[in-house]
């Protein structure tokens, strides 16, 4: 089977740095990759991670460890509007993409 | 260039009814994917068309059904609602079926 373990809810005020870290368990390996959604909103895409190292996309990173089966993202300089669910995902051969439960973060002022 | 839409944004139904939902992708993509998201959670695969053939079919029961056009738009059709339908549903278009999936806005169905 295949499963992905995320926190629930982070927090954090703007400016800082926050990390979401992601750990699973596929059965086959294609890729890590990252969701934002903003309530109600459609999941948008941030990024993904195929290798192993850093991922860097402006305010947004993402890291892949294939031998831990662990990703994060980290987001800097946060901002109001970076407030929204974080989903990471895995797909399997078939390209079905598999989700965790999502982490709420909170950006306060 | 336009990205996944889907119609209708919400949607009302009863139990027993059904309901169809649509989905065009970016034009270009020839994959279409549907996710089931009920609040609090991740999205759930429900089926993923490639071609306009079934690749994939996930945990779902037999009242839920789907089809894609020549076009390569898609139908997600179900039977007998019950009210644990009630959810967002997600449609995402790639190029092909293993290529990143960007996702539309859903339809919010909500079953009484």
């Known amino acids: 089977g295949q499963s992905l373990e995320q926190p629930s809810e982070v927090t954090a005020v703007e400016g800082a740095i926050v990390q979401i870290n992601c750990t699973y368990q596929?059965?086959?390996?294609?890729?890590l990759s990252w969701y934002q959604q903003h309530d109600g909103g459609a999941p948008t895409f941030l990024s993904y991670?195929?290798?192993?190292g850093l991922e860097e996309t402006g305010r947004f990173s993402s890291f892949l460890s294939r031998s831990d089966s662990y990703g994060y993202l980290l987001l800097q300089e946060l901002q109001m509007k970076d407030s929204a669910s974080y989903f990471c995902?895995?797909?399997?051969?078939?390209?079905?993409?598999?989700f965790g439960q999502g982490t709420e973060l909170s950006v306060k002022p | 260039d336009a990205g996944v839409t889907q119609s209708p944004t919400h949607l009302i139904k009863t139990r027993g009814q059904h309901v169809t939902l649509r989905c065009s992708p970016i034009?270009?993509?020839?994959?279409v994917s549907w996710y089931q998201q009920v609040l609090g959670q991740g999205p759930q695969f429900i089926f993923q068309?490639?071609?306009?053939?079934?690749?994939g079919r996930g945990n779902f029961p037999d009242r839920f059904s789907a089809r894609q056009f020549p076009n390569y738009s898609s139908e997600l059709n179900v039977n007998a609602l019950l009210l644990g339908d009630s959810a967002l549903y997600l449609c995402?278009?790639?190029?092909?079926?293993?290529?990143?999936?960007?996702f539309g806005p859903g339809t919010r169905l909500l079953v009484l």
């Open positions: 596929t059965s086959g390996f294609y890729g």
């Open positions: 034009s270009g993509h020839k994959s």
């Open positions: 991670n195929a290798l192993d």
């Open positions: 068309y490639y071609e306009k053939e079934e690749r």
């Open positions: 995902a895995v797909p399997n051969q078939g390209g079905k993409l598999i």
């Open positions: 995402a278009s790639s190029q092909a079926a293993q290529e990143t999936q960007y």
